[in-house]
């Protein structure tokens, strides 16, 4: 075990390796170059039992494990969506870890309670929301999204679903687009409603939900006997960061009294430049809402935000007070362990606030005006190129595109798509990731890093080009 004296010299050396990694990350192969089961092989399969000196296991982490890291922190990972940090986080982070807060209650770390308050009043306030909002952090928006779904649920039933079960109750019915996460899915199945009762609504040319389709899906399960309870809209679509019709989505929720729950969790970050919140017209008829601060606004994860205009449902629904968690202090605090599943909880407030204070508003509105001016420059060239097509509109910083010649079929270009992708990452340059759009192999492309340049942008799309061309070869 280290004593204090180790600790603090081997700290010094980790601060300079983060720092020198911080410098150098760009020149990593972004995505990492090993086959599976290589890095496995190198560690024993058994542990020692007797303690070893910190700088063999340091050794033996840049030796095995860092060859079998794929670089999020690349201003070059252009892959899924960004998860990208900042240096300020980083170090919130290493308090964090220092302090050991379990924030379970306002009794537990007084600080980690009432930092948490205000952070969910300065971002409600940066994103625009209205005061009526509340919430608190979470660890993703899958759980967000599950915390909609089950205060949904036990508001609908008068609470009596904890108490007793679905034995007598009504068959709920979900609704979500096509193209919502894949998270909605899964919270529906644990939460007990059953996949068969979700519904998916259809979407238009754009990728968004039609909502005239919605209201039909939702007076068909009327007239079956079935009680639709919950819609999800979507602030930007994972596949293409679509934004549904909140607007009219909310209209057909307050018509039926279903729930409605949006998920914003990574085109929320555009929120907070005033000219991106034409994405959020409709949001104040919703009930609910996550966002992630740690896809697109440089803080470590997890960080999620879920807002909620009822907290009483939520924390009704959550509520379990055995008699060694009551404190004196109960009925005039946030304890948040009623906000969510789990009873523990990390001090996530702290790297948050660190972010917010060392960019200030200003300078992260810019950075996320140049991530989209860029996303439009690339789409610009796609749209202007003979070989490259657009598969999909640009409301934010994600391009859905692929390569067409002209001259291949639709399983051809579906083939050669991949395996442009393929030659992309295999090279370590960039790395991107794909999906499919009515039934496309579709390159997605998307710049979220804080130190993020047009210049990557550039080399980026000349590299795509290049190794087209050579394919095409």
């Given amino acids: 075990m280290l004593n204090t004296q180790d600790f603090r010299k081997h700290a010094h050396v980790m601060a300079d390796w ?48 860092m060859p079998g890291i794929t670089h999020w922190e690349s201003p070059n990972f252009f892959a899924y969506f960004p998860a990208s940090k900042s240096k300020a986080s980083v170090l919130a982070e290493m308090v964090t870890a220092t302090l050991g807060v379990q924030g379970m209650v306002w009794l537990t770390s007084p600080a980690a ?21 509340t919430g608190s952090i979470q660890d993703t928006a899958s759980t967000g999204t599950f915390n909609a779904l089950i205060t949904a649920r036990e508001k609908a039933s008068g609470y009596q679903i904890n108490q007793k079960g679905f034995a007598g109750m009504p068959q709920y019915r979900i609704y979500a687009s096509e193209q919502a996460h894949s998270s909605i899915d899964k919270n529906v199945k644990i939460a007990g409603f059953g996949i068969d009762n979700l519904v998916k609504i259809p979407v238009d040319k754009n990728f968004a939900m039609i909502p005239e389709k919605l209201e039909v899906a939702v007076r068909e399960d009327l007239a079956k006997g079935f009680h639709p309870l919950f819609v999800l809209g979507a602030m930007g679509t994972t596949g293409t960061t679509a934004v549904d019709p909140l607007d009219k989505i909310g209209q057909i929720a307050q018509t039926y009294n279903l729930w409605y729950h949006v998920d914003a969790a990574y085109s929320g970050a555009a929120l907070i ?21 740690h896809k697109w606004l440089f803080t470590n994860f997890d960080c999620n935000l879920y807002y909620v205009k009822d907290p009483k449902a939520l924390t009704q629904a959550y509520s379990i007070t055995p008699e060694y968690l009551k404190t004196d202090t109960d009925t005039e605090v946030n304890n948040y362990r009623d906000w969510h599943i789990q009873l523990g ?30 996303a439009d420059w690339l789409k610009e060239e796609i749209e202007q190129s003979t070989q490259f097509e657009l598969l999909a509109p640009v409301p934010v910083n994600l391009v ?74």
């Fill in 18 to 65: 983060m720092a020198d990694y911080f410098e150098n990350v760009e020149h990593y192969p972004v995505m990492s170059q090993v086959k599976p089961g290589e890095i496995k092989s190198q560690l024993p399969g058994s542990f020692n039992e007797s303690p070893e000196k910190f700088e063999e296991i340091f050794k033996d982490f840049e030796k095995i494990i």
């Fill in 400 to 473: 859905c595109f692929r390569y067409n010649d002209g001259k291949m079929s639709e399983e051809e270009l579906n083939a050669f798509n991949e395996k442009l992708m393929k030659e992309i990452n295999a090279s370590g340059k960039i790395f991107m990731t794909h999906t499919k759009l009515n039934g496309k192999y579709t390159l997605r492309w998307v710049g979220g890093h804080p130190e993020l340049t047009k210049g990557h942008v550039e080399r980026a799309w000349a590299l795509m080009k290049e190794m087209a061309a050579h394919l095409g070869r």
């Fill in 273 to 293: 430049v005033p000219e991106f919140r034409w994405m959020s017209k409709g949001m104040e008829m919703a009930d609910s809402m996550v966002f992630n601060p």
């Fill in 113 to 133: 309670t009432e930092l948490e308050d205000r952070m969910m009043e300065w971002m409600r306030d940066l994103l625009g929301l209205s005061a009526e909002w």
């Fill in 345 to 374: 909880r990390r001090f996530r407030a702290l790297k948050l606030w660190f972010v917010l204070r060392s960019f200030g508003a200003e300078e992260l509105r810019q950075i996320i005006r140049h991530h989209c001016e860029w």
